[in-house]
C-alpha cells in the first residue's frame, strides 16, 4: 500500500511539474503586436444548428443571417444535420427536411459552400480500442453518402474525442469520401494540438480521454480531407492569458505539421496507406511524422493541401459546450493573428465561429473588429 500511495504521489508531481512549465510557457505566448496582413482573407466558416433545417427559423432570421455572412466574410457553413451514436447510427430528419433551406441558400448565398455537420460527442477515450468498429464506419460513411444526395455540398465531420493514433478516424474519413465522391466537400474537425512536449499523456491520465492529438496524427488526418478545423473552445484553460497562448501555439504548431502538405503536396508512405504497420492508438513518436504521416493522398484539396480554420468561441449556452470566461472571441482572434504572425503568411487559413445561432451581438463585433476589419 505505501509503493502505491507513492507511485500515485510520484505520478501527481510530474503532472504538476509538466503542468507548470507548459502554463509558464503559454503565459508568455500571447503577447507582442500581429502583422498587419494577419487577419481574415475572405475565407472563414461558421457553424449552424438544425433549427435551420427543421423550420424553426424565420424571416428574419433568414435576413440576418445573409447580412452576418457577407459582413463576416463567411464562405463554408457547417448546418447540423446529424448526431452519431456509438453504432455509428443516426436519424435522418436534420437532412431529409433540409430541401428548403438548401434551395433558400442556393439563391440568396450563391458562394457560399453549405455542409451538413455530423457529429458524435462522447466522454472517455481508449489508448487500445477505436472509435468506431467497422460496421459503425459503414453506417456513419452510408449517412454521409445521404447527406450529399439531399443537397449538401459535402460534409463536416466533427468526432470527440479520438485518440491520437487511431487508426479507425482515417478509415472512416476513406469511406466517407468513397460515399460521398470525389467532388463533394469533406471537412473534419480536429482535436487541439499538443501545445507543448511531453503533456499530452498526463492529460490523458488525468482526464482518462484524449485531449490532445499530436501534429503526425492532424498530418494523417489532413490529408484526406478538403478542410481541417482545429477547434478553439472546451480548452480548459483557467485563466485568458493562458487561453490565449494555448491558441497561439494551436496555429503554430498545427501550421508547422500541416506546411508540408501546403508546399509539396501530401508527403509520407508510411501507416496504413503503404501496408505498412498500424500503431495502437496509445502509441507515440515525439510528434509522429516517422508513422502517421501516411495517407492515400485521396480526397484532400490536391497539391495545395486542405484549407485550415481555426474554431472560435462565440456561444453562451451550454448546449454547445462547457463556458468559460478565459474562453472568449477577443482572445481568440488576438490569438490567431499572433499566431499566424509567428508562422508566417498561408493564404488558406481562416475562422470558424461556434456557434453562430448562439453568438452575440458584442461576440459578433469581436470577430468582425479583431478578424475581419482590424485596424492595419
Known amino acids: 500500500m505505501t ?40 475565407s472563414n466558416a461558421a457553424w449552424l444548428s438544425g433549427a435551420w433545417v427543421n423550420g424553426e427559423k424565420d424571416v428574419d432570421d433568414f435576413t440576418d443571417l445573409v447580412r452576418r455572412v457577407e459582413q463576416g466574410e463567411l464562405t463554408e457553413l457547417y448546418v447540423h444535420v446529424a448526431d452519431i451514436d456509438s453504432e455509428g447510427g443516426s436519424d435522418s430528419a436534420g437532412y431529409d427536411s433540409a430541401g428548403t433551406f438548401l434551395d433558400w441558400a442556393e439563391n440568396e448565398l450563391p458562394d457560399v459552400t453549405v455542409l451538413g455537420w455530423m457529429e458524435h460527442s462522447t466522454e472517455g477515450s481508449s489508448l487500445a480500442e477505436g472509435r468506431f468498429d467497422e460496421d459503425a464506419r459503414a453506417e456513419i460513411a452510408a449517412t454521409a453518402g445521404e447527406v450529399t444526395d439531399a443537397g ?8 470527440s474525442p479520438v485518440t491520437t493514433n487511431d487508426s479507425t478516424l482515417p478509415e472512416l474519413l476513406d469511406q466517407t469520401r468513397e460515399e460521398i465522391g470525389p467532388d463533394a466537400v469533406l471537412s473534419a474537425q480536429a482535436q487541439s494540438i499538443e501545445p507543448v512536449a511531453g503533456v499530452r499523456l498526463p492529460m490523458f491520465a488525468y482526464s482518462r480521454e484524449e485531449r490532445y492529438w ?42 508547422s505539421a500541416l506546411e508540408p502538405l501546403s ?41 495545395g493541401g486542405p484549407s485550415v480554420r481555426f474554431g472560435i468561441p462565440a456561444y453562451e449556452s451550454e448546449t454547445w459546450g462547457s463556458t468559460s470566461s478565459a474562453e472568449n472571441v477577443d482572445t481568440a482572434t488576438e490569438a490567431v493573428r499572433l499566431g499566424l504572425t509567428e508562422h508566417g503568411q498561408r493564404d488558406d487559413v481562416g475562422l470558424a465561429v461556434y456557434v453562430l445561432d448562439d453568438t452575440s451581438g458584442d461576440d459578433w ?6 478578424w475581419v476589419r482590424p485596424e492595419r
Open 3 to 42: 509503493w502505491l500511495l507513492k507511485r500515485i504521489l510520484a505520478g501527481l508531481a510530474a503532472i504538476l511539474v509538466v503542468a507548470v512549465g507548459a502554463g509558464v510557457l503559454l503565459g508568455t505566448q500571447y503577447s507582442g503586436t500581429p502583422a498587419p496582413w494577419a487577419a481574415s482573407q475572405g
Open 152 to 159: 449538401f455540398a459535402g460534409v463536416h465531420l466533427a468526432i
Open 214 to 255: 499530436s501534429k503526425g496524427y492532424l498530418r494523417r488526418v489532413a490529408d484526406r480531407v478538403d478542410s481541417i478545423v482545429i477547434q478553439g473552445h472546451g480548452t480548459g484553460m483557467p485563466m485568458e492569458s493562458l487561453y490565449g497562448g494555448f491558441m497561439v501555439r494551436q496555429v503554430e504548431e498545427s501550421l
Open 263 to 303: 508546399e509539396n503536396g501530401a508527403e509520407g508512405s508510411g501507416g496504413d496507406a503503404a501496408g505498412g504497420s498500424e500503431e495502437s492508438p496509445g502509441a507515440d513518436s515525439g510528434d509522429g511524422q516517422s508513422n502517421e504521416d501516411g495517407g492515400s493522398g485521396e480526397g484532400g484539396s490536391g497539391a
Open 365 to 370: 463585433a469581436a470577430y468582425t473588429d479583431g
